[in-house]
């Protein structure tokens, strides 16, 4: 009986999760998705081609391997159409080896619509969603009126999915919402909704399966399974700052319910963690930067979303969240990405504590949100050098050695690696 690892991100998202999932895929025979949904985007970068992938699994460049969309992720039938054929654009075929659960649940044209409404209606409030329905399908998961992969099988779909769509409109309507005016990628609702019906065709092509026994007989049979996160811990809907967070668990605790393995059966945690910090959409960031050096970072880290394109908030390593999040989620390998990008810096900052009413403090108060927060930061030395080609973990400066044990010492958990460039091949493992 094998076990299943997990890699998941521990900030706000976009640490750099599909590239380490891509190196780290040799290792597994199954890579699994087991939350989220279009929100996410996973980069990957390899013989100088970048692809970015929003619900399929990273493994399916590697056509050895199965990958699956469990239980917990949602999908939306155009996305998954577009992202597929991207993938036969660049001559991976993914039907042989992307298996689906029945039980994952759709994103409808009117999730979106309610999403915008939503969004519209809580004016200076906003969350900063991506807009592409991640909540309102979540929420008809849970208020138990939502529609998932099986039942575009059954005889009766089509008047489920219009019972549906017209409960959205009304509420949409109730917020006030143009709805003539709505568009999905310059689409009008009724013209998605054509799209969306098509593409229906395509997800029926795949094997839809009851993924959770699929995953357990791999585990019998003796094949590695990674769990891949989308999203990062800080984005939690219990644990994140709330509501500034997105609609699912994306901490481990999410593996066991998204996919149907049990606690027993996790094996590993990698965390990823940047070695800074970036956030996209609304919410609190105590270490943001409004300074040249956040534009720094930005523009070196080219901190913009691969999903939205909006540009990413970016600020200094926050080490209380950090250490938050390898707490929720038992993290037993620290993997740090995109340490390249404070090449430059002669010096780098690193909050250790938060000062709040006076007081500091190592904890992510209740009340994240509406306190002011004030980071102590911390100044280390930095390299000042190119780091691409780095041979060896070992070989890197003494001064982003030193960045990286201190990483280490304040979150007590051990770097594994440490990723140099967006190339795959610049990963060092220790
Ligand atoms: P939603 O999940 O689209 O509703 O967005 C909720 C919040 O999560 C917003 O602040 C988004 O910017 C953020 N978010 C959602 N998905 C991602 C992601 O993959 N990376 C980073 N932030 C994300």
Redesign the pocket.
């Known amino acids: 009986m094998s076990k299943v690892d997990v890699l998941l991100?521990l900030q706000?998202?976009?640490e750099g999760k599909g590239k380490v999932v891509d190196v780290l895929t040799p290792n597994y025979d199954v890579v699994a998705r087991f939350q989220?949904?279009p929100?996410?985007?996973?980069t990957l970068e390899f013989n100088g081609i970048k692809h970015v992938l929003h619900i399929i699994p990273s493994g399916v460049f590697h056509p050895d391997k199965k990958n699956v969309i469990g239980n917990g992720v949602l999908i939306d039938p155009v996305i998954f159409e577009r992202e597929i054929e991207g993938l036969w654009k660049k001559e991976v075929d993914a039907t042989k080896n992307l298996f689906i659960s029945k039980k994952a649940h759709l994103i409808l044209p009117t999730h979106r619509l309610l999403?915008a409404a939503n969004e519209q209606a809580k004016g200076n409030e906003k969350?900063?969603?991506?807009?592409?329905?991640?909540?309102p399908a979540y929420t008809d998961k849970i208020a138990r009126t939502g529609l998932r992969v099986g039942d575009i099988l059954e005889f009766d779909f089509r008047e489920r999915f219009e019972l549906q769509k017209f409960q959205h409109i009304r509420i949409a309507e109730m917020l006030d919402f143009d709805i003539d005016s709505f568009r999905i990628e310059n689409m009008s609702l009724q013209e998605y909704e054509d799209r969306w019906f098509a593409s229906l065709d395509t997800l029926r092509h795949f094997k839809l399966i009851n993924s959770e026994y699929f995953l357990n007989e791999c585990l019998a049979n003796g094949l590695n399974v990674l769990a891949e996160g989308?999203?990062?811990s800080m984005?939690d809907i219990d644990f994140g700052s709330y509501p500034?967070?997105?609609?699912?668990t994306t901490v481990t605790a999410g593996v066991c319910s998204g996919l149907g393995v049990a606690p027993s059966k996790i094996d590993k945690v990698f965390g990823i963690t940047k070695a800074y910090c970036?956030?996209?959409?609304?919410?609190p960031f105590p270490t943001e930067l409004f300074d040249n050096d956040g534009d720094i970072l930005r523009n070196r880290g080219n901190e913009f979303?691969?999903?939205?394109g909006?540009p990413?908030r970016c600020g200094w390593i926050d080490i209380p969240a950090l250490k938050y999040a390898c707490m929720l989620n038992g993290v037993t390998d620290l993997l740090v990405t995109k340490i390249d990008v404070l090449n430059d810096f002669e010096t780098i900052k690193m909050c250790n504590k938060y000062i709040i009413g006076g007081k500091e403090t190592e904890e992510i108060p209740f009340e994240f949100n509406s306190v002011e927060i004030k980071p102590v930061l911390n100044e280390y030395p930095g390299w000042q050098c190119e780091l691409q080609g780095t041979p060896s973990f070992d070989q890197l400066p003494k001064n982003a050695l030193s960045y990286l044990a201190e990483i280490e010492k304040a979150v007590h958990t051990p770097v594994k690696a440490v990723s140099i460039s967006p190339d795959r091949k610049d990963v060092l493992f220790r």
């Open positions: 991100g706000w998202g976009d989220g949904g929100n996410a985007g996973h999403d969350i900063g969603s991506t807009l592409k329905g991640i909540g989308a999203q990062g984005l500034f967070v997105t609609s699912s970036t956030r996209v959409g609304s919410g979303g691969s999903t939205t909006r990413r």
